[in-house]
Nanobody, 116 residues
Framework: QVQLVESGGGLVPPGGSLRLSCAAS????????MSWFRQAPGQERDLVAR????????YYPTSVKGRFTISRDNGNNRVYLQMNNLKPEDTARYFC?????????WGQGTQVTVSS
């Protein structure tokens, strides 16, 4: 079955870095657009990074541009989110998302907390 499993979250002080990882299975990973979203308590789920199937193009909203970098390894069915210069407002649960022609899937998320 389709499965997305996130890892790499944790507690980090302001200015710190984390690298999230998402392991995918059950679909043709190399043909899927992969994204990271985040959701804070009481807030909507927002897109923070997107990468096309071959990795040739990415998108970031203004709030994270220059600090976050999405990448993918199609040989190992993984997508990553490198987060640098983290801020308290980056605190949220981060979710991996896959989209392909016939559907999409979500992981269970990994918690990121930025606090001193």
């Amino acid at each position: 079955q389709v499965q997305l499993v996130e890892s790499g979250g944790g507690l980090v002080p302001p200015g710190g870095s984390l690298r999230l990882s998402c392991a995918a299975s059950g679909f043709t990973f190399s043909m899927a657009v992969m994204s990271w979203f985040r959701q804070a308590p009481g807030q909507e789920r927002d897109l923070v990074a997107r990468i096309v199937s071959d990795g040739s193009d990415t998108y970031y909203p203004t709030s994270v541009k220059g600090r976050f970098t999405i990448s993918r390894d199609n040989g190992n069915n993984r997508v990553y989110l490198q987060m640098n210069n983290l801020k308290p407002e980056d605190t949220a649960r981060y979710f991996c998302n896959a989209q392909w022609i016939r559907g999409d899937a979500w992981g269970q998320g990994t918690q990121v907390t930025v606090s001193s």
